[in-house]
């Protein structure tokens, strides 16, 4: 992903499908929160909408639950199963942490 001077990015709740079009018509860059974005009773069905809603891959970021929790592995199966290839890890604290994604 390349950034340009200038560029907007928009959180937009994983869990609201319905505003996805929205929210990339308005910025340049859309982050789909899986984390503080949606209660954690809402992330299965926030993890398929990720699947079953696609936006850009080269406009659109997927911020996923820390490494620490049990939704950080079905976070990044659902993402796995897009086109999208960038991932913002949530309360990372290590660079270990920012590793353990590497393939």
């Not at 299965?44 to 699947?51: G, H, I, K, T, W």
């Amino acid at each position: 992903m390349t950034l340009a001077a200038g560029t907007a990015w928009l959180f937009c709740p994983a869990d609201r499908p319905e505003r996805y079009g929205k929210a990339a018509a308005a910025a340049d860059i859309v982050i789909l929160d899986l984390e503080d974005g949606v209660a954690a009773k809402d992330r299965p069905a926030a993890r398929q909408a990720l699947v079953d809603t696609p936006l850009d891959p080269d406009r659109t970021v997927v911020r996923i639950n820390p490494t620490d929790t049990d939704d950080h592995a079905l976070d990044l199966e659902a993402v796995s199963r897009t086109a999208y290839t960038t991932v913002m890890l949530a309360k990372t604290e290590s660079p270990e942490q920012v590793s353990a994604l590497a393939p």
